[in-house]
């Protein structure tokens, strides 16, 4: 079956097969891709089958390319590339040196080795007393063995001995012996007497490997033939906060990682302003729309002596319309007078020079009481000490600062 890579969203196919005049007149035409599996097993392509060839399209998702010396892992042409991320910490794997740090190329390398003397494993079972140089270059050393001393393996099923190049030579050991090799999915077993362990399969479904259980990743287990096998949620599965404005919900990668969110490029949405419209999610997770015309209402509809409704500006604000401080207004209050407007709201009047306004709300018959009224700064105590409404008597005061003030008067008085 060929194999097609396609780049940039371009992709051709050839048809390897035609259907017949014949079954097209009875009216049934298989499908080509029945039964067809189309995976590459590369998560930097969409895998799918055309006309029963496998295409595979390369796409342009995060990803991870294994290197901790690089970020911004993204999808190009078919590979997962990153960018150097220089100086961030990283280990170089050379236990005689520290301050490891990724350089722009993506590498890991240090120029700080430890002291001279500080113990390593140079890796070669041949040697002993191993200790770090100190100086460049950064090595592990060790003092060799000698001629005929016995050296560790790694396989319980060989003996070991150091020859004169510092080799560790292996030997078969008798078989029968109890071994163990070393895989999480095998019994002990026993050597067969040709440096090889025979062990039995642990059954399915044993943990082993990575026990970590997480949203895009389930521990491994033992599959039964004596592997240990990851366990990842398949890609695209759910995971992460949930879908939030102007991003898809993230997604598991199908390599134990939640992938992250991505915009919903040119989907509607709703940026909160009431002086745009046809609000649409840019390419960064953005909310924007497009200014809605002058004049248009918005904000507060409250229309007063004061305040009228606001109005949108024709360039996305919402504008407050309240009359020019000063103003002149009715607080609706007897007792002030030259009131203005101030900042939307009506009010600063003067008093006028009654301490004591009749209430309009006074009902015949109810009791006021004493009214003290005040014409300019001469106090006037209106005879009864108690009046009932029933009839009014108008008092005109004479001189600096008339005012008409109409008192209500008891039926005895």
């Not at 989907?267 to 002058?294: A, K, M, R």
């Amino acid at each position: 079956m060929k194999k097609l890579l396609v780049v940039a969203g371009l992709w051709v196919f050839f048809a390897t097969s035609m259907f017949s005049s014949q079954s097209a007149f009875a009216g049934f035409i298989p499908d080509p891709c029945e039964g067809v599996v189309c995976d590459d097993g590369n998560f930097c392509t969409n895998d799918s089958c055309v006309l029963g060839e496998c295409v595979f399209i390369a796409n342009f998702l995060f990803c991870d390319d294994g290197n901790e010396c690089t970020k911004d892992d993204v999808c190009k042409a078919g590979i997962c590339v990153g960018q150097g991320d220089k100086g961030k910490l990283c280990d170089d794997g050379n236990e005689c040196s520290i301050n490891d740090s990724c350089d722009i190329f993506g590498n890991c390398s240090s120029i700080s080795p430890v002291p001279e003397g500080t113990f390593c494993d140079d890796g070669n079972a041949c040697t002993r007393s191993d200790f770090c140089s100190g100086t460049f270059p950064i090595l592990c050393l060790g003092i060799p063995k000698s001629e005929g001393d016995t050296c560790e393996t790694g396989n319980d099923c060989t003996g070991g001995v150091c020859d004169s190049e510092i080799n560790c030579i292996e030997t078969p050991r008798a078989a029968g012996q109890i071994c163990t090799d070393g895989n999480e999915c095998t019994k002990l077993g026993a050597c067969d007497g040709s440096s090889n362990c025979i062990s039995p399969n642990e059954p399915a479904g044993l943990a082993c490997g990575d026990t970590s259980d997480t949203e895009c990743k389930n521990p491994d287990t033992c599959d039964g033939s004596g592997l240990c096998l990851f366990n990842f949620e398949p890609i695209f599965t759910s995971c992460g906060d949930a879908e939030t404005g102007c991003f898809f919900e993230p997604f598991c990668d199908g390599f134990g990682t939640c992938a992250g969110s991505f915009p919903k490029l040119g989907f509607e949405c709703d940026d909160g302003n009431e002086c745009t419209f046809i609000d649409v999610c840019d390419f960064e997770g953005n909310c924007f729309g497009i200014s809605s015309p002058s004049g248009t209402s918005c904000g507060d509809s409250s229309d007063g002596e004061c305040i009228n409704p606001d109005k949108c500006d024709g360039i996305g604000n919402c504008q407050s319309n309240d009359e020019p401080d000063n103003t002149s207004c009715d607080d609706g209050e007897l007792c002030t007078i030259d009131e203005f407007c101030k900042d939307g709201e009506c009010g600063m009047g003067t008093e006028t020079p009654i301490l004591a306004c009749m209430d309009d709300d006074s009902e015949p018959g109810s009791d006021v009481g004493g009214t003290l009224i005040q014409i300019n700064t001469t106090p006037l105590l209106l005879a009864g000490a108690q009046m009932t409404a029933s009839w009014l008597i108008p008092v005109i005061a004479a001189g600096a600062g008339i005012v008409l003030v109409f008192v209500r008067k008891s039926e005895n008085s």
